[in-house]
């Protein structure tokens, strides 16, 4: 239950004066629906007025405070030209000027020969100063209704900056003190304010500093919102843990034959993730392991050593990827080993139907299956196991956690239920990994297999882009495969695909018959079908919204193109040039620009010439963008903060792990003051789906 204390700030914000049910719906949009939700939309801009006695050009475009001598009213005689209201400085004139005035009113608020304060910004028109429509005008003795500094808010359609001042103002009443759940040392040495008073100080900034990510008081509430982030994710984490796993045995002689079994040798790095995955198997805690390794860092290589440790005891394992194509890829590219060293593999997707599919659930139900690969179709209702001991799940972020959990949740529970590791081609910085990982362990394989060749890289103007198409029949002519990936025009489907089409025909009039096309409106089939045309050389150049499946092989593919390269983000374009230059030919990667090109967009395109370090691009990619843009997109899975932008609060976040589990060692029911300061937090970030995972329950 929501403690008693935030009841008020988890009112419905139409219960604020002047806010009905129109207003509520955008201020809904913009902030959120509760009175908290205000208190937590942040200016993000401070208007300063500065007080000018006197009028001067240095003051021109600059918001001040005046005051003047109302000198004489010229109403307007037509609707083009504006009412001008002629005042005086000291010895400077002035010119007030409003398009469509009414004469009433303003001769009622600014009455000829009497003294005003005024406030707006200076401008300058045929060398007089004027200001147009200013946005205060009070007597000489209101001037302190004329606030010198100003939020800015984010706004939206619907929503003015006086009605959002308004209704935060009201919100800022109803807030009252809480309980502090910040640790008192560190409240001591950083020197910040109490919670409600660094809300005061957040909507009340007195310069531009004031709302800069680096400001005390934005740390603070940053901090806050970390801390609810850290603690929620350590609650799950302990309470994972506490559950029984099985323990697999320390050796056997399936691992080595494995080992022995695979063409190459493992990297380091792959035998250290390895350590750490059979370190989790061989405990009796629950195994719940993130591993992150680039595209072609070899992770499948690492999957399989962890199958075969659990095989080894005696168990089943499977192997999960989000699409048919991957799943089948997997299946084939593994096979091989796995037959030789004696066990049975089988492959199971929504393709597989009737007779068939029932005589592979009979087997696998008896355990003659050792690993089941596939798709969401592994963990359908009627899908049993003799003893499933793990399941590997292949590029996480498609899958939700409710399916992690119903893959889980098909092992034997008088076994201690299903260890489960999850891989992942995307590099997340360790900041973000830490917000969005918290409840797993990470492994990373951050070295790639030898031999591989460097991608060139390079940036083109787009005036070139015939040259290019040209330019590829030799490629071509030497049996090489292409990827050609067409703009992302706005986030809209209908235009990427009607780009993508257009940039078909015209490659396909250059190269008849050895163009393809892909693209996200097409059919799961249709896809599947063109993306294998492709990979078997049927076709040689493949044109492709972003579509693209992440981890798809295609070895002959050298060259990746990409059309306006300057609309994606660094991830993406990494990711898509992680598509070439498997096979051990040289591969290069061309990204093709319309210019003018932003500084951002500049840094983007040099960073990709510079480095193939997805790590490095990955934390360049969260400095330039911050984080609330990382990756681009919602669905990406990973949590987004408020208050916190972890381009700026990463060291906040480090505290606050590190607090959070020092904390919970001491009290992990939550049970002293601190503790229930805590739980209020939680409920103030709605984090209190947590609370469920306390010990006591
Ligand atoms: P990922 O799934 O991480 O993108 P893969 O597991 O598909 O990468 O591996 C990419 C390629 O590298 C595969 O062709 C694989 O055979 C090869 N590979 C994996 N590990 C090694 C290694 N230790 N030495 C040489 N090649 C390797
Ligand atoms: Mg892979």
Redesign the pocket.
């Known amino acids: 239950m929501r403690p008693e204390v935030l009841f008020p700030l988890f009112r419905p914000v139409n219960t604020l004066k002047g806010i009905g049910p129109r207003l509520a719906t955008f201020i809904e949009k913009l902030a959120g629906p509760h009175v908290v939700d205000l208190l937590f939309h942040l200016p993000t801009g401070t208007i300063h007025r500065e007080d000018a006695p006197e009028l001067h050009s240095g003051l021109i475009t600059r918001q001040i405070v005046t005051p003047v001598t109302v000198l004489k009213h010229f109403p307007s005689k037509s609707r083009r030209i504006p009412y001008r209201i002629s005042c005086e400085v000291g010895v400077q004139s002035l010119s007030l000027v409003y398009f469509n005035g009414r004469e009433d009113y303003l001769k009622r608020t600014l009455p000829e020969g009497e003294d005003r304060i005024i406030s707006g910004k200076l401008e300058e028109f045929s060398g007089k100063y004027q200001i147009t429509h200013p946005d205060h005008v009070v007597r000489p003795n209101e001037v302190d209704q004329i606030k010198r500094y100003e939020p800015v808010y984010p706004l939206t359609a619907g929503v003015t900056g006086k009605v959002l001042q308004k209704a935060i103002a009201q919100s800022l009443e109803v807030k009252t003190d809480l309980t502090e759940w910040i640790n008192k040392d560190l409240i001591a040495r950083e020197n910040w304010p109490t919670w409600s008073s660094a809300l005061t100080l957040a909507h009340s900034p007195q310069s531009d500093k004031e709302i800069e990510p680096e400001f005390s008081v934005r740390q603070r509430l940053a901090y806050d919102e970390l801390l609810a982030n850290q603690v929620a994710l350590e609650l799950v984490r302990r309470s994972m843990r506490r559950r029984r796993g099985r323990k697999f045995d320390k050796s056997g002689a399936l691992v080595d034959r494995i080992e022995n079994a695979?063409?190459?040798?493992?990297?380091h790095a792959?035998q250290n993730a390895i350590a750490e995955i059979y370190g989790d198997m061989e405990s009796d805690g629950r195994m719940l392991r993130l591993l992150q390794?680039?595209?072609?860092?070899?992770?499948?290589?690492?999957?399989l050593m962890s199958l075969a440790k659990a095989i080894q005891s005696g168990a089943q394992g499977a192997l999960m990827a989000p699409t048919e194509i991957l799943a089948r890829q997997h299946y084939e590219?593994l096979k091989g080993f796995v037959e030789t060293a004696g066990l049975r593999i089988e492959l199971l997707t929504g393709r597989l139907k009737g007779k068939k599919r029932e005589a592979l659930l009979q087997d696998l139900a008896a355990g003659d299956i050792h690993i089941l690969v596939g798709t969401h179709a592994l963990f359908q209702d009627d899908v049993i196991y003799h003893d499933l001991g793990i399941a590997v799940i292949?590029e996480q972020h498609r899958f939700g956690v409710h399916q992690r959990l119903a893959l889980s949740a098909k092992g034997r529970p008088d076994k201690g239920g299903v260890d489960v590791l999850v891989?992942t081609?995307t590099p997340i910085p360790r900041t973000l990994a830490l917000t969005a990982y918290g409840d797993m362990d990470v492994s990373i394989?951050a070295e790639?297999?030898?031999?591989r060749k460097p991608i060139v890289t390079r940036a083109i103007d787009a005036e070139r882009l015939d040259d290019i198409a040209n330019s590829l029949s030799r490629k071509l002519q030497d049996g090489e495969r292409i990827y050609w990936v067409c703009p992302l025009v706005e986030e809209s489907e209908v235009m990427d695909l009607a780009a993508a089409e257009e940039r078909f025909e015209y490659l396909n009039r250059l190269y008849p018959g050895q163009v393809g096309l892909v693209h996200g409106k097409m059919k799961g089939d249709d896809k599947d079908a063109a993306m294998m045309a492709f990979k078997n050389g049927e076709t040689k150049i493949l044109v492709a919204t972003t579509v693209i499946e992440v981890?798809v092989?295609v070895?002959e593919a050298t060259v990746m193109i990409i059309e306006h390269a300057e609309r994606f983000g660094l991830a993406q374009l990494h990711q898509l040039r992680?598509r070439v230059g498997?096979?051990g030919l040289e591969g290069s990667c061309l990204l093709i620009y319309l210019g003018p090109l932003g500084e951002t967009q500049k840094s983007r395109l040099k960073i990709m010439r510079e480095t193939e370090d997805g790590f490095r691009i990955a934390e360049e990619d969260l400095r330039l963008r911050g984080s609330g843009e990382f990756l681009g997109t919602r669905q990406s899975g990973l949590p987004t903060f408020r208050l916190a932008d972890l381009a700026h609060h990463s060291k906040l976040l480090h505290i606050a792990r590190d607090d959070a589990k020092h904390f919970l060692d001491q009290d992990p029911d939550l049970q002293t003051d601190r503790g229930a300061a805590i739980r209020t937090l939680l409920y103030l970030f709605e984090r209190d789906s947590a609370i469920r995972y306390l010990q006591s329950g």
Do not use: E, N
């Open positions: 695979l063409p190459y040798k493992l990297t792959q390794g680039d595209v072609g860092s070899g992770k499948t290589a690492v999957a590219g292949d891989m081609a394989i790639k297999p030898p031999g981890g092989d070895p992680g498997r096979g």
